[in-house]
């Protein structure tokens, strides 16, 4: 079974703060996505990525950068983090951007812009 | 563009008793997949099962099962003998065959009594 951890679990910054959330797969997965959980919003899509040095616009990525290292690892960056970037953030993996092929989801990192 | 909703909230049931919770879903593709997910308390995102829109057949997962309505476009979940850990918000995503990622619903809490 796939394995997507994220780190760090919980961030505090401050608005116009610089802030890089982390995310690595260690089941050789092609694809990683990052998403946003927000009360009344549910899941949406920000970024995701089909290999190392690519990188898709998802639904909402107004203020988000992201960069894929290498297989395993994809970063999200808030270069200046405004409070509305506060939410729970959540990485996930496929085997293949198959539509039908199911996505395995990281624990999540709360992140905090005061 | 996709669009996926689930009405229900929240819904209450004792516990080896079955639960349906509802989703519809809007789309313009005629290829199409709508998937369930759990999210735990712990705020773990975990695949519980998946429908292809070009089959008929209600896909069926252990306890889990669909009600895959294609005229009305609309996916039920349906959990038999309904367990405590049961308890979490699951949600309907819809993915269309050209699509970035998943859309997801806004989730039903289900939580389950002794």
């Known amino acids: 079974e796939a394995a997507v951890t994220q780190s760090p679990r919980n961030k505090v910054t401050v608005t116009g703060g610089n802030v890089t959330l982390s995310c690595r797969q260690t089941?050789?997965?092609?694809?990683m996505y990052w998403y946003r959980q927000d009360t009344g919003h549910g899941l949406r899509l920000i970024h995701y990525s089909y290999g190392a040095g690519n990188l898709q616009i998802g639904d909402v990525p107004d203020g988000y950068k992201a960069t894929r290292t290498t297989q395993e690892d994809f970063f999200l960056l808030l270069e200046l983090a405004s409070p509305s970037q506060t939410s729970l953030y959540f990485c996930a993996s496929s085997e293949e951007d198959w539509v039908y092929a199911e996505q395995f989801f990281g624990p999540g990192t709360r992140l905090t812009v005061l | 563009a996709q669009k996926v909703t689930q009405t229900q909230t929240s819904i209450s049931v004792m516990e080896k008793t079955t639960v349906t919770m509802d989703c519809v879903y809007e789309t313009q593709d005629s290829s199409y997949f709508l998937f369930w997910y759990k999210q735990t308390a712990s705020g773990e995102i975990v695949f519980l099962i998946r429908?292809?829109?070009?089959?008929?057949e209600n896909a069926t997962v252990g306890h889990y099962s669909l009600n895959f309505q294609k005229p009305k476009s609309s996916i039920g979940l349906i959990i038999t003998a309904t367990q405590i850990e049961d308890s979490a918000v699951y949600f309907c995503?819809?993915?269309?065959?050209?699509?970035?990622?998943?859309?997801f619903g806004l989730g039903t809490r289900v939580s389950v009594f002794p």
């Open positions: 995503a819809m993915r269309e065959n050209y699509a970035q990622g998943l859309t």
């Open positions: 089941n050789s997965h092609n694809y």
């Open positions: 429908q292809d829109s070009y089959k008929k």
